[in-house]
T-cell receptor, first 113, second 111 residues
Framework: SQQGEEDPQALSIQEGENATMNCSYK?????LQWYRQNSGRGLVHLIL?????REKHSGRLRVTLDTSKKSSSLLITASRAADTASYFC?????????????FGKGTLLTVNP | DTGVSQDPRHKITKRGQNVTFRCDPI?????LYWYRQTLGQGPEFLTY????????KSRLLSDRFSAERPKGSFSTLEIQRTEQGDSAMYLC?????????FGPGTRLTVT
């Protein structure tokens, strides 16, 4: 079963616009991570946010985490055509199981030039 | 910097045949993971190694699947008596701590 669920399933924007993707999960976690996957390729780690953090930035990425609502959002600012990819949130199982990641189905982001 | 590599990248096999995939993790990473991904889905956890010890196996990993990591370096994933439902992308990842680094995957097609 999948712990995380991303929303929306697909998002199409113009280059230069911001893209926001959301993730909800069901059980307590230690960390939440976001990954990017270009078509038919492996996943690339983007950012990790710990359960005691509320917001984190990395370049054009901003991630928020609300543990009371069991949700996270990923904001990509000033999007580029190269940002076109599927984006997945991944959560661990909490407690001592901080290695096993459960992924959602992903958000397919298309950035039109 | 050498990333995670997987071999082969593509494998087409007939139903009932055995297949074996190899994963070479980033050299200093002691943790290694196998995932399976089907079209339109996120990766699903299959198994986890810390060094050479296999610490967890998903219920998805039926008795036809076996994974090894001899000497805590590369890992192999073998599927015996393949079925059409085994067709998927098999992803390997490695890590030092929490952030996992993925290989390009092996796409298996069972005909």
């Amino acid at each position: 079963s999948q712990q995380g669920e991303e929303d929306p399933q697909a998002l199409s924007i113009q280059e230069g616009e911001n893209a926001t993707m959301n993730c909800s999960y069901k059980t307590s976690i230690n960390n939440l991570q976001w990954y990017r996957q270009n078509s038919g390729r492996g996943l690339v780690h983007l950012i990790l946010i710990r359960s005691n953090e509320r917001e984190k930035h990395s370049g054009r990425l901003r991630v928020t985490l609300d543990t009371s609502k069991k949700s996270s959002s990923l904001l990509i600012t000033a999007s580029r055509a190269a940002d076109t990819a599927s984006y997945f949130c991944a959560t661990d199982s909490g407690g001592g199981s901080n290695y096993k990641l459960t992924f959602g189905k992903g958000t397919l982001l298309t950035v039109n030039p | 910097d050498t990333g995670v590599s997987q071999d082969p990248r593509h494998k087409i096999t007939k139903r009932g045949q055995n297949v074996t995939f190899r994963c070479d993790p980033i050299s200093e990473h002691n943790r290694l993971y196998w995932y399976r991904q089907t079209l339109g889905q996120g990766p699903e956890f299959l198994t986890y190694f810390q060094n050479e010890a296999q610490l967890e196996k998903s219920r998805l990993l039926s008795d036809r699947f076996s994974a090894e990591r001899p000497k805590g370096s590369f890992s192999t994933l073998e599927i015996q008596r393949t079925e059409q439902g085994d067709s998927a992308m098999y992803l390997c990842a490695s890590s030092l701590v929490f952030e996992q680094y993925f290989g390009p995957g092996t796409r298996l097609t069972v005909t």
